[in-house]
């Protein structure tokens, strides 16, 4: 069972963002993550070490991370966890990485503005329902009930 893992830290890196031959998003970047502590001492707050992640998000989300998330943010990450040891004959290391579930804007540090994307997705099999043109209205209705654009709704096999 693979551990889950919550960090908070500042986007160190640009986003990567590729797409694969196969046609799968994939979007990267660094993130570093500094513990702060009071120091009664000194009387200030002081940054201890800094530990560093690779994080690695895949499909919808990598998409979505492509165009919201730039280096120098402030960000939260849930995902899975995957620590290892490397040597490249030169030296020897340790990689972090996560494989995040989820990313989002730190509110602590800032504001930010939400943009729901809608994903196109074929449509399930449908038995015995009502004509096109009622499910459409049906749709739209749904939609200004909720306070979100008719026309989005009917081109959106999403229910709102």
């Not at 830290?9 to 990567?16: E, Q, S, Y």
């Not at 895949?58 to 849930?78: E, M, P, W, Y």
Request: proline share 4%; glycine share 4%.
């Amino acid at each position: 069972m693979p551990d889950t893992i919550t960090i908070s830290g500042l986007v160190a890196t640009i986003p990567r963002h590729i797409v694969t031959s196969e046609g799968l998003s994939i979007t990267s970047f660094r993130l570093a993550s500094t513990q702060r502590r009071f120091d009664r001492s000194q009387e200030r707050w002081v940054d201890t070490d800094t530990n560093w992640y690779t994080i690695t998000s895949f499909r919808q989300l990598a998409l979505n991370c492509s165009t919201s998330i730039d280096k120098g943010q402030r960000v939260l990450v849930t995902g899975r966890l995957r620590i290892r040891e490397w040597d490249n004959g030169e030296r020897v290391g340790t990689t972090i990485d996560i494989e995040a579930d989820s990313i989002g804007h730190d509110l602590s540090w800032g504001s930010a503005t939400f943009s729901r994307s809608i994903v196109s997705s074929p449509a399930p099999a449908v038995v015995e329902s009502a004509p096109q043109e009622e499910q459409n209205e049906e749709q739209q209705e749904e939609a200004v009930e909720q306070d979100v654009d008719p026309e989005l709704a009917a081109e959106s096999s999403v229910p709102f």
